[in-house]
T-cell receptor
């Protein structure tokens, strides 16, 4: 069975603080993809990153970075020097290769206070 | 390049009615998938279409159906509406042969928010 857990329902930080959003996943497959999506108030989901199960390299994109650790089944997302525009709901998602059903976590609502 | 367009953005229906939602994918994208988002159940996969064929279906009752046209536009229909069908319905398009067969990068529309009274 596949499952994605985002234990943090809501997080509030003051602008310029760093914040880490946690994602823990479960899957029996050895080949899978993990994703992060951002959902701003307008509603559409915005793709942030995809990582396959064979690539454990951490990735940095500007103020965003991702830490993928298969040993703990985690794919955490860190925003450095947060900005008000980062306020949104962030979803972690998982798909097994060959499957065609994307499993989403319940999301973490991030509020960045100016 | 225009994004994914969903219509209508908002609608209100009463129990027992049926509703049809429309999704126009990004030009050139042939794969369209639908998701239901509710506060209680979160984001759940409904179904996926490619080249007018339903390729995958999530765990939803038969009241939920969809189709895709030759121009890749897709519609989903919910019959005999129930209060629990109130949700944001999101459509996503992908350039690959399936929603998740290549990069898995889905481009989402802003959704259709359905309220059932």
């Amino acid at each position: 069975a596949q499952k994605v857990t985002q234990a943090q329902t809501e997080i509030s930080v003051v602008e310029k603080e760093d914040v880490t959003l946690d994602c823990v996943y479960e899957t029996r497959d050895t080949t899978y993809y993990l994703f992060w999506y951002k959902q701003p108030p307008s509603g559409e989901l915005v793709f942030l990153i995809r990582r396959n199960s064979f690539d454990e390299q951490n990735e940095i994109s500007g103020r965003y970075s991702w830490n993928f650790q298969k040993s703990t089944s985690s794919f955490n997302f860190t925003i450095t020097a947060s900005q008000v525009v980062d306020s949104a709901v962030y979803f972690c998602a998982l798909i097994q290769t060959g499957a065609n059903n994307l499993f989403f976590g319940t999301g973490t609502r991030l509020t960045v206070i100016p | 390049k225009a994004g994914v367009t969903q219509t209508p953005r908002y609608l209100i229906k009463t129990r027992g009615q049926q509703v049809t939602l429309s999704c126009s994918p990004i030009s050139g994208h042939r794969s369209v998938s639908w998701y239901q988002q509710t506060p209680g159940q979160g984001l759940q996969f409904l179904f996926e279409y490619f080249s007018e064929t339903q390729r995958n279906k999530g765990n939803f009752p038969g009241r939920f159906s969809g189709r895709q046209f030759s121009n890749s536009r897709s519609e989903m229909n919910v019959s005999t509406l129930e209060l629990g069908d109130s949700a944001l319905y999101l459509c996503a398009s992908s350039s690959g042969a399936g929603a998740f067969s290549n990069t898995g990068e889905l481009f989402f529309g802003e959704g259709s928010r359905l309220t059932v009274l």
